[in-house]
């Protein structure tokens, strides 16, 4: 019997193409929105991360124990001892991969102005394998280990009127706290996804940096990428330095850093409430329209019952071509939603002017996420949701005493 | 004076073709009482909404007084049968939320009939069909029989020339459906308007006093009684 | 035309249910609309005061030169012989104050502050007669006074001091280079702190006195730029005329911004803010019209019979598209009472009550310039257009539905269900 039930409930669908395919469209678009939005909003929690990770803190970073207390105060000469560190690392397991950099803030002296900007003394050989370097010079090149050089992020360098070629003084105090400049030419420029890496910083390398703050062999921070967990391999990390002498040294996660990341994670909860929302707008299109198809169709009912068909298997029957409906509806618009979170997966969709204005570590461009899990939820919520929904009315018509069905008529 | 001349109506549903009229002509004189009666296929329903404007005919003319009907466009049709037709329905059709005053006067609202005078036709109209004191009620409270009454007002309240009437009766019992009757026999009398019915219903062809009989789509038979 | 409307008033109450949904929905969406508004409205108009208050100014005198390499702050393009332009602007009955900013490294001391350090500032040298005229400062002190002339201080915003730890008394450093190139250094003291509404503002305020900063950057008495403050009402792009003509003969090429023009930054922010909640209104008002959509679709279909019975009768297909359509309005106008009843309450409490965002805005730059509250605004438009909005919107979207039956044989209509 059950067989037979689905081949009239295909029959039905097919026999009101018109008024099926509406309600599956309906669902569709609210399942393909969810989707899409879910999707993007994991875009975002990764890219933040990733950004996070690349371009400020690494996934363990390790930084002089006092510096977070006075990091406002951007001191210099609070640092740490890069060779005893790499020596240490080298030596342990789980280590993907690190890199000694040193940050400080400094002034572009240019005519009769100065402007400040974000130095980043690195060692591009290292960095090579660290992050995709090449990719990010959109004009020029990378600079090289001890010349006076420097890579400028693109748009600080429009803005203060600076091409490639030119050469900038810089100014800055030193680890030993007295002032010193050092001229720079601009041999690349650079655009990085996170707009603010763009505006405000520029990177030189790193033997020079340390001569320039009077640092020898020492660095601000090294950056490391593991292969585990994260705050585990950070312990990992601190005993091992820790007994290799030396003094103690702050050694965090990268989720355990940045107030950054803390916000995203409000801001993913709101982001989540957001999605529920469009979820229950999108339910009550679906509502509504399944609704308004049963309402059609009393006079079918009618005539159903009579033909010997009633009770449950009729509610059977209606809950079978809704389930079949929104099954179809759901999948067709979580299909047409996963084609555009992997289209635009790969090109990305440009918030630049939107984001132009707001300081966070969130590229300008975002690149939804395709995630199985959040898929395959939102597929089965939808087709419940939409299947429940024909379950009510058609629960409803088919208490109606045939007779009165008919004279519905 | 109606005059249907060679007309013919054929329905298309799907891949079939449904020839229900095949080439009718009939004329009917003003004031008559005429029922056209048929199995269920005959045609009479189609020959009927054809007279009444409501359906337009593939070849033929039909002629009501001197006016070609059969060749206007939806405007003139809709303004025609606001004009001079009264339609009758088999399921009376009245709008549940008016009450029973309000179902009859809003056939003179549409036609811009000033306000004072609305409201004298509809209650007297009302009142010869034997629902004084009713005007109030919805049709929801009132009989099957009552709600025709109304049906009937309200069709004769603007003083057709004809009155199309399809299956009147056969949603009555034949003690009610037999009132009915008398009451449009007794509109007929009165007013002079031209009665056409279809139906299948014995004791209406029996009221008739012409009876034209259809079977598929032809004229089989046309008698005058009395 | 009277029974027409009674007419589609009576039907409405042929499905209570059905119809108090749709208008529910109708209501939520149009409530939402006024809320998003009220807010985008209240935080863009607490930002302009806040940026014109303690930012920008409303119009502001620079060197022609000066505009083009503003992010250097020169020195050396600079506007000559204030004082006399400001004379002459407060004969027009324009308030104005000179300025000079600059930027410099702030350097700190262990002693002060615990350890030492560095960081790069923006500091802005105000003439203290003037200065409070144009800008609001004077009621956001909350320690210690403001500076005084010919004094070595400073005051400081309040979440600056927080950050760095400073307080009322302690010394800072200034070092930069003055007008000529020569290097320079100057020790100050903070007498006092402002808490200022400007977030962007409040996390960076350094005001010194101009004749100490003259005098040290050698600027002979010219200003990097002139302030001018104007009531909410005086419209700005005729002021900015006038004072352009104003000053059209003192010899220096000068440039006049308008407040937007030098918060570039805000205004394509607060632009893509508004694109963005559109987008999202949108999508609620095609979830309302798809609402309205189907309950007309089930209303009209359910009547096809009726619909037939009031054709033959010689309705015209106007008129009954005008019955559906006013019933249809009618929905809307209910959805749109109680939808406008509601943004109106939830608009109260954000008038008077605002959504605290501190925690968001104290350290991230949302582009807005509010400190903490988010507050709505009121706007009679707002109200009025949600009003038309919905119950027209409704009307239309039964317009399609209705013709769509509308087109059917009578005959067919008769036979229906």
């Given at each position: 019997?059950a067989?037979?039930l689905?081949?009239?409930?295909?029959r039905n669908i097919?026999?009101?193409l018109r008024?099926?395919i509406?309600?599956?469209t309906?669902?569709?678009?609210?399942?393909?929105s969810?989707?899409f939005?879910?999707a993007?909003?994991q875009?975002m929690?990764?890219?933040?991360?990733?950004n996070?990770?690349?371009?400020?803190?690494?996934e363990?970073r390790i930084?002089?124990q006092?510096?977070e207390?006075?990091e406002?105060?951007n001191?210099?000469?609070?640092?740490?001892?890069?060779p005893?560190?790499?020596?240490?690392?080298?030596?342990?397991?789980g280590?993907?991969d690190?890199?000694?950099?040193i940050q400080?803030a400094?002034s572009?002296y240019?005519?009769?102005?100065?402007h400040?900007?974000?130095?980043?003394?690195?060692?591009f050989?290292r960095?090579?394998s660290?992050?995709?370097?090449e990719?990010v010079?959109k004009?020029g090149?990378?600079?090289?280990?001890?010349?006076?050089e420097?890579?400028?992020?693109?748009v600080?360098?429009?803005?203060l009127?600076?091409?490639?070629?030119d050469?900038?003084t810089?100014?800055?105090?030193?680890?030993t706290?007295?002032s010193n400049?050092?001229t720079l030419e601009?041999v690349?420029l650079?655009?990085?996804?996170?707009g603010?890496?763009n505006s405000?910083?520029?990177?030189?390398?790193?033997d020079r940096?340390q001569?320039?703050?009077?640092?020898?062999?020492e660095?601000?921070q090294?950056?490391?990428?593991?292969e585990?967990?994260?705050?585990e391999?950070a312990?990992?990390?601190?005993?091992?330095l820790?007994q290799?002498?030396g003094?103690p040294?702050e050694?965090?996660?990268y989720n355990?850093?940045?107030?950054m990341y803390?916000?995203l994670?409000i801001?993913?909860?709101?982001?989540?409430?957001i999605?529920?929302f469009f979820?229950?707008?999108?339910s009550?299109?679906i509502?509504?329209?399944?609704?308004?198809v049963i309402?059609?169709?009393?006079?079918?009912?009618g005539?159903?019952?009579?033909?010997?068909m009633?009770?449950n298997?009729?509610t059977r029957l209606?809950f079978?071509e809704?389930a079949i409906?929104s099954?179809?509806?759901?999948?067709?618009?979580?299909?047409i939603g996963?084609i555009m979170i992997?289209y635009?997966g790969?090109?990305g969709?440009?918030f630049t002017d939107a984001?132009s204005?707001?300081?966070?570590e969130?590229?300008?461009?975002l690149y939804?996420?395709?995630n199985?899990?959040?898929?395959?939820?939102?597929?089965?919520?939808?087709v419940?949701?939409?299947?429940a929904?024909?379950l009510i009315?058609?629960?409803?018509a088919?208490?109606i005493?045939?007779?009165?069905?008919?004279?519905?008529? | 004076m109606?005059q249907?001349q060679?007309v013919v109506?054929d329905?298309h549903?799907?891949e079939?073709?449904?020839?229900?009229l095949?080439?009718?002509?009939?004329?009917?004189a003003d004031?008559e009482f005429t029922?056209?009666?048929g199995?269920?296929?005959?045609g009479?329903?189609?020959?009927?909404?054809l007279?009444g404007c409501i359906d337009?005919l593939?070849?033929?003319?039909i002629l009501i007084g001197?006016q070609?009907?059969?060749t206007m466009d939806?405007?003139s049709k809709?303004?025609?049968?606001?004009?001079?037709l009264?339609?009758?329905?088999q399921?009376y059709n009245?709008?549940?939320?008016?009450s029973a005053y309000e179902n009859?006067s809003f056939v003179?609202?549409?036609?811009g009939?000033p306000?004072?005078e609305?409201?004298?036709?509809?209650?007297?109209?009302l009142?010869e069909v034997?629902l004084e004191?009713?005007?109030h009620r919805r049709p929801g409270?009132?009989?099957g029989?009552?709600q025709?009454?109304i049906?009937i007002?309200?069709a004769?309240?603007?003083?057709?020339k004809?009155v199309?009437?399809?299956e009147?009766?056969?949603?009555?019992?034949?003690k009610?459906?037999?009132e009915?009757?008398?009451?449009?026999q007794?509109?007929n009398?009165?007013?002079?308007?031209t009665?056409?019915?279809?139906?299948?219903?014995?004791?209406?062809?029996?009221y008739?006093?012409?009876l034209v009989?259809?079977?598929?789509g032809?004229?089989?038979s046309?008698e005058?009684?009395q | 035309?009277?029974?027409?409307i009674?007419?589609?008033?009576?039907n409405l109450?042929?499905?209570r249910r059905r119809?108090?949904?749709?208008a529910?929905?109708?209501?939520?969406?149009l409530?939402?609309?006024?809320m998003v508004d009220?807010v985008?409205i209240?935080v863009?108009?607490?930002?302009?005061?806040?940026l014109?208050w303690y930012?920008?100014?409303?119009?502001r005198?620079?060197?022609?030169d000066?505009w083009?390499d503003?992010?250097?702050?020169p020195?050396?393009?600079?506007?000559?012989?204030?004082?006399?332009?400001?004379?002459?602007l407060?004969?027009s009955g324009?308030?104005?104050?000179?300025r000079?900013?600059?930027a410099?490294d702030?350097i700190?001391?262990?002693?002060?502050f615990g350890?030492d350090?560095?960081m790069?500032?923006?500091v802005?040298?105000i003439?203290?007669?003037?200065?409070?005229?144009v800008?609001?400062?004077?009621?956001?002190?909350?320690?210690?006074?403001?500076v005084e002339?010919g004094?070595?201080?400073?005051v400081?915003?309040?979440?600056f001091?927080e950050d760095?730890?400073?307080?009322v008394?302690n010394?800072?450093?200034?070092?930069?280079?003055g007008?000529g190139?020569?290097?320079?250094a100057?020790?100050?003291?903070?007498?006092?702190?402002?808490n200022c509404?400007?977030?962007?503002?409040?996390?960076?305020?350094?005001?010194?006195?101009?004749?100490?900063?003259?005098?040290?950057?050698?600027?002979e008495?010219?200003?990097?730029e002139?302030n001018?403050?104007?009531?909410e009402?005086?419209d700005?792009?005729e002021?900015?005329?006038?004072?352009?003509?104003l000053l059209?003969?003192t010899?220096?090429?000068?440039?006049?911004?308008?407040?937007d023009e030098?918060?570039q930054?805000y205004?394509a922010?607060?632009e893509?803010?508004?694109?963005g909640?559109?987008?999202?209104l949108f999508l609620?008002?095609?979830?309302a019209?798809?609402g309205i959509s189907?309950t007309?679709?089930m209303?009209?279909?359910?009547?096809?019979?009726?619909l037939?019975?009031?054709r033959a009768?010689g309705m015209?297909?106007r008129?009954?598209q005008?019955t559906f359509?006013i019933?249809?309005?009618?929905i809307?106008?209910?959805g749109s009472?109680?939808?406008v009843i509601?943004g109106?309450?939830?608009?109260i409490?954000?008038?008077e009550?605002?959504?605290d965002l501190g925690?968001l805005?104290?350290?991230?730059?949302m582009g807005?310039?509010?400190?903490?509250l988010?507050?709505?605004a009121?706007s009679?438009?707002?109200?009025v257009?949600?009003?038309?909005f919905?119950?027209?919107l409704s009307m239309?979207?039964?317009?399609i539905?209705?013709?769509r039956a509308?087109?059917?044989?009578i005959?067919?209509?008769l036979?229906?269900q």
């Open positions: 019997m067989m037979k689905i081949h009239i409930a295909f097919r026999r009101n008024r099926s509406l309600s599956g309906a669902i569709a678009v609210a399942a393909m969810i989707v939005l879910f993007l909003v875009g929690r990764d890219d933040m991360a990733g996070l990770a690349t371009y400020y803190t690494g363990v930084r002089n006092s510096y207390e006075y406002r105060y001191p210099v000469h609070l640092t740490v001892n890069w005893q560190i790499d020596k240490t690392l080298s030596s342990m397991e280590i993907t690190y890199v000694p950099r400080f400094s572009f240019i005519n009769g102005g100065n400040p900007a974000v130095g980043i003394g690195a060692d050989a960095e090579a660290f992050q995709d370097l990719a010079v004009e090149r990378i600079p090289r280990a001890g010349e006076n420097m890579l400028i992020g693109a600080l360098a429009r803005d009127h600076i091409d490639i070629g050469r900038i810089i100014m800055s105090t030193t680890a706290r007295g400049a050092i601009v690349g650079a655009a990085f996804p996170v603010a890496l405000q910083f520029f990177w030189a390398p790193l940096v001569y320039f703050l009077r640092m020898d062999n660095v601000q090294v950056l490391v990428t593991v585990n967990d994260e705050r391999t312990d990992l990390i601190k005993d091992r820790e290799a002498g003094e040294l050694v965090q996660a355990d850093i940045s107030m803390g916000f994670e801001a993913q909860y709101i982001y989540y409430v999605g529920i979820l229950v707008l999108g009550t299109v509502i509504n329209t399944t609704m308004m309402y059609e169709r009393m006079r079918e009912i005539t159903m019952q009579a033909l010997g009633h009770g298997e009729l209606f079978l809704g409906i099954a179809i509806g759901a999948f067709v618009g979580v299909l996963t992997v635009l790969q090109v969709l440009d984001l204005g707001i300081d966070m969130i590229s300008s461009v939804p996420k395709f199985i899990w959040t898929t395959i939820i939102v597929y089965i919520y939808s419940g949701v939409s299947a929904t024909t009315p058609s629960r409803r088919s208490k005493e045939p007779v009165e069905a008919l004279r519905y008529v | 109606i249907v060679q109506r329905y549903t799907g079939t073709v449904v020839h229900a095949k080439g009718v002509s009939i004329d009917i004031g029922s056209i009666a199995p269920s296929g005959s009479k329903t189609t020959l009927l909404n007279i337009s593939d070849s033929g003319e001197d070609q009907v059969s939806k405007k809709t303004e025609f049968r606001r004009n001079n009264g339609f009758i329905f399921t009245l709008i549940p939320v008016l009859v003179l609202s549409i036609l009939v306000e004072q609305i409201k004298e036709r509809t209650m007297r109209m009142k034997g004191g009713m005007e409270r009132l009989s029989g009552q025709q009454r049906a007002a309200r004769l309240v603007k003083n057709p004809i199309l009437a399809d009147p009766t056969a949603n009555l019992d034949s009610t459906g037999e009915i009757l008398q009451l449009m007794k509109m009398e009165k007013y002079g308007t009665f056409i019915f279809s139906t299948h219903d014995v004791m209406v062809m029996d008739a006093k012409r009989e259809l079977h598929d032809q004229i089989i046309d005058r009684r | 035309m009277k029974f027409i009674s007419l589609a008033f009576r109450t042929r499905y119809t108090m949904i749709t529910f929905a109708i209501a939520i969406g409530m939402m609309f006024i009220s985008l209240g863009e108009s607490e930002s302009m005061r806040n014109r930012e920008t100014s409303a119009i005198i620079m060197h022609e000066y083009e503003r992010l250097m702050k020195l050396d393009v600079a506007v000559e012989n204030p004082y006399d332009i400001v004379h002459q407060h004969q324009y308030d104005a104050a000179p000079i900013t600059f410099a702030m700190l001391y262990s002693d002060e350890e350090g560095n790069p500032v923006q802005t040298a003439d203290p007669l003037l200065d409070n005229t800008f609001r400062f004077a009621e956001t002190l909350i320690e210690g006074r403001f002339p004094a070595m201080e400073l400081i915003g309040s979440w001091a760095i730890g400073a307080e008394g010394w800072v450093t200034f070092v930069t280079r007008n190139g020569f290097y320079e100057m020790d100050m003291q903070i007498v006092g702190i402002v509404p400007n977030p962007n503002v409040n996390r960076t305020l350094l005001m010194v006195p101009f004749d100490i900063v003259d005098e040290f950057l050698a600027m008495g010219t200003a990097t002139i001018i403050g104007l009531s009402q005086e700005i792009s002021a900015k005329l006038h004072i352009e003509q059209g003969n010899g220096q090429s000068l440039k006049i911004a308008s407040w030098l918060a930054d205004v922010l607060a893509a803010k508004r694109g909640t559109s987008m999202i609620v008002f095609i979830i019209a798809v189907n007309m679709l209303a009209i279909f359910e009547r096809i019979r009726e037939g019975m009031m009768l015209d297909d008129t009954i005008l359509m019933e249809a309005g009618g809307g106008l209910i009472i109680v939808g509601l109106v309450l939830v608009n409490y954000m008038v009550v605002g959504i925690f805005m104290r350290d991230m730059d807005y310039r509010i400190q903490s988010m507050r709505g009121w009679v438009k707002t109200l257009t949600a009003f038309i919905g119950t027209v239309l979207v039964a317009y539905p209705t013709r509308l087109k059917m044989d005959p067919s209509c036979r229906h």
